[in-house]
C-alpha cells in the first residue's frame, strides 16, 4: 500500500514538472525559429537554479547540452536534470515494489537485494540519457539523409542566377523538417546581421554531424576565395549519397546478427515470464532458492559478456 502510495505521488510529480518544462518550451514542427528565439529569451529565467549551478562545469553537463540541441528540445540541461531525477525516483519506486516480494533471509537474499536496487539506481540514472541520445541520433540521421537533396535545390538555384542564401530560403521551402527549421534559423541569423560563414558554422555545432562539417568548411572556404560553388555542392551532394548508399548496405549485411543478437539476448527473458505465468512454483525455483540465484547471476554475467561480443562485432565505425 505504502509503495502504491509513493508511485503515485512520484507520477504527479512527473507529471507537474513534465507540464511546467512544455509551458512554452516545444512545438509541433520541431526546433522553429519563433521557438529558438523564446528559448533564447528563457535562458536569463532559470526554472531549477541549484540545479544549474549544481551541474555546471560537470564532464556530462557539456555532452548532455549537445545532446539537446542536435534533438531538437527547448529545455536546458538543468531541466533535464530534473526530468532524470524524477524518472530516477520512479524507477527505484518499482524496483523497490519488487524487491519487497523477494525473500529476505540469507546471504544470497541480501545479496540479490543489494544487486535489484544498484539496477535499479543505474536503469533510472542512464534511462533518460538514452532517451535523449536517441532522439539527437534519430534526428541527426534525418537531416544527414535530407542533406544531399538540399544540396541540389541550393546547387539549381545558384545555376539559375540567385544567391546561396536565397538558394538556402528556397531549400527551406521545399523540404520537410527538421533540415527546413534548420535553414530557416540560419536565414534568419543572416537577416539580422550575422555572417553567412558564422551562421552555417552555428548550424553544424548544433547538429554535430561530419557530413554537415565536411559541407559547411567546403562552402566557407569557397564563399571567401570564390569558384563554382555549383558544382562544388553537387560533388559533395553525390559524396554524401554514396555515404548513405554504403551505410544502408552495411545495415542490410549486418540485418542477420542483429536479428539473431536480439533473439538471443530476448529469448531467455521471454521463457522466463512465460514460465512464471504458466507454472509460477516452477519458476520460483529459479528465484527464491539460494542456487537459483547463483544460476540467475551466473546468467546475467554471461549475458552480458555476450550482448557486449555482439555489439562489437556489428561495430563498423571502430
Known amino acids: 500500500m505504502q509503495t502504491a502510495v509513493f508511485l503515485l505521488i512520484g507520477v504527479n510529480i512527473l ?31 532559470e526554472r531549477f537554479q541549484f540545479l544549474g549551478r549544481l ?7 557539456s555532452k548532455i547540452d549537445r545532446d539537446l540541441v542536435s534533438a531538437g528540445l527547448l529545455i536546458k540541461s538543468s531541466e533535464f536534470y530534473m526530468i532524470n531525477l524524477v524518472g530516477m525516483g520512479l524507477i527505484i519506486l518499482l524496483g523497490l515494489y519488487f524487491i519487497n516480494g523477494l525473500p529476505s533471509a540469507g546471504f544470497f537474499s541480501l545479496v540479490r537485494r543489494t544487486g535489484f536496487l544498484v539496477l535499479s539506481v543505474y536503469l533510472g540514472w542512464n534511462i533518460p540519457r538514452w532517451a535523449l541520445g536517441f532522439l539527437a541520433n534519430q534526428r541527426r540521421t534525418k537531416l544527414e539523409y535530407q542533406l544531399a537533396d538540399a544540396l541540389a ?20 521551402q521545399q523540404l520537410e523538417p527538421p533540415i527546413k527549421d534548420e535553414f ?8 539580422l546581421g550575422l555572417e553567412t560563414s558564422r551562421a552555417l558554422e552555428q548550424m553544424s555545432e548544433r547538429i554535430n554531424s561530419y557530413d554537415y562539417d565536411m559541407t559547411v568548411s567546403a562552402t566557407n572556404i569557397q564563399l571567401s576565395v570564390g569558384g563554382n560553388l555549383s558544382q562544388m555542392l553537387d560533388s559533395i551532394a553525390a559524396t554524401i549519397r554514396d555515404r548513405i548508399r554504403l551505410r544502408r548496405e552495411i545495415a542490410a549485411l549486418t540485418a542477420q546478427g542483429r536479428i539473431s543478437g ?16 504458466v507454472n509460477p512454483e516452477y519458476m520460483g525455483l529459479l528465484t527464491n532458492t539460494p542456487e537459483g540465484g547463483v544460476f ?21 565505425d571502430n
Open 296 to 316: 540467475l547471476y551466473i546468467w546475467v554475467f554471461m549475458q552480458s559478456i555476450g550482448v557486449f561480443w555482439i555489439k562489437k562485432l556489428l561495430d563498423f
Open 15 to 45: 507529471f507537474l514538472v513534465a507540464s511546467r518544462l512544455r509551458r512554452g518550451a516545444t512545438t509541433d514542427t520541431g526546433l522553429t525559429v519563433e521557438g529558438a528565439q523564446m528559448a533564447m529569451a528563457r535562458n536569463k529565467q
Open 262 to 277: 536480439a533473439i538471443l539476448i530476448g529469448l531467455p527473458v521471454g521463457i522466463a515470464l512465460m514460465l512464471r505465468v
Open 184 to 191: 530557416a534559423r540560419v536565414i534568419r541569423l543572416v537577416q
Open 153 to 172: 535545390i541550393i546547387s539549381s538555384s545558384l545555376r539559375g542566377g540567385f544567391s546561396f542564401v536565397q538558394g538556402l530560403d528556397m531549400a527551406s
Open 55 to 61: 551541474m555546471r562545469g560537470k564532464k556530462g553537463t
